[in-house]
């Protein structure tokens, strides 16, 4: 922390850690308000700054931290919300570490942004210390190149978001500068009285939910999507939504699920083939375009950015204009996870 705190002169400003207001300091502690939280004035080098206090109530305040150029800031808020459980994993923490981590990744006046790791990280070398759920991103801002981690967590019915960011020259300090923060505010959170997790919800991990205007002869079909496309969405968690919700599958996943739906309606004797949509879908595989078709109507636009090459969409463009003019995709069934995505416990504190 020594050289880091040589090294970093000028990052403070240089990445844009906020406007912060001076606080006269009558003792060695901050008040971490809105919350009841006090949190040493010293972390490692860093020495407090000052504090900004949002219009908005609900975004609470933030606190700035820094020596010699090293920028941390600390958010704690409640968003508005009560009763929030303590630690990372509830709904409303994981949904806001995605909202943080999409500030950074498309919010923010950053370029070239990679994120390196996403974990779950213990505070400090404790069985029983505080988790936050952790981002570590790279980027350049205004010319310098740094790393950037993200960490939050809940306590005391209040979310607690750290940023910090140096100089990529200088990444190899970020285990003892994470070191040291994680700590110091693994002792302020415990300062307080955990709050008990809510008891665990016994519902099912996942819901279909079927439209009801889809024919009811077809309902044993979209199961069998359903299935299909959950199977799939498992084998790549990363395709399931991290804090719960609908589930937006991705080219492989829906187009897997289709085929699992039409292979059933197949396997029935011809005389019960007498749905109209998968009728059709019947002659598009025939014709042997069902893999584009699934790109050109079902394909995930956040993630299906590029078509597979062996698929020839020229060709069933000429097919489409011929034979599906009239057509109308239909989905019959989506599915509902109701299970935050946990992260990957990493050993290291």
Known sequence: ??????????????????????????????????????LLQNIGPMRYTGTNRYTDP??????????????LTIYVYDFGLRGLPDGPDSVAACEQFERAKHEIELGG?????VLRREVTRRMRDTADAPLAREAMYEFD????????????????????????????EVADEIDDARAQILDTMAATLTARP?????PPDAGPETSIDFDSTADPADA?????????LLRVSRENPDTLPPCGGPLVPGFLAELAARRGALREYLA??????????????ERIDAAGFLDEYVWHYLRNQSRDNLPPAELDMPAFETFRQRELLAHAVMTGARVRVNTVRALPLDPQP
């Open 268 to 281: 029935r004797e011809p005389a019960q083939r007498t749905s109209a949509y998968f009728s059709q879908l």
């Open 1 to 38: 922390m020594r050289r880091l705190a040589a090294c970093l002169l000028g990052l403070a400003l240089a990445l844009g850690a906020g406007t912060a207001r001076p606080v006269p300091l009558s003792d060695n502690t901050v008040k971490l308000l809105p919350s009841k939280f006090r």
């Open 220 to 228: 044993a079909l979209w199961f069998t999507y359903a299935g299909e």
């Open 194 to 198: 955990r709050r008990p997790p809510p």
């Open 141 to 168: 801002r205004n010319g310098i190149h740094a790393t950037s981690v993200l960490w939050l967590t809940a306590a005391d019915g209040y979310f607690v978001k750290l940023r910090l960011s140096l100089r990529s």
């Open 58 to 71: 609900r975004l609470g305040r933030s606190f700035g931290f820094g020596a010699s150029g090293i920028s």
């Open 109 to 113: 006046n950053y370029q070239n942004v």
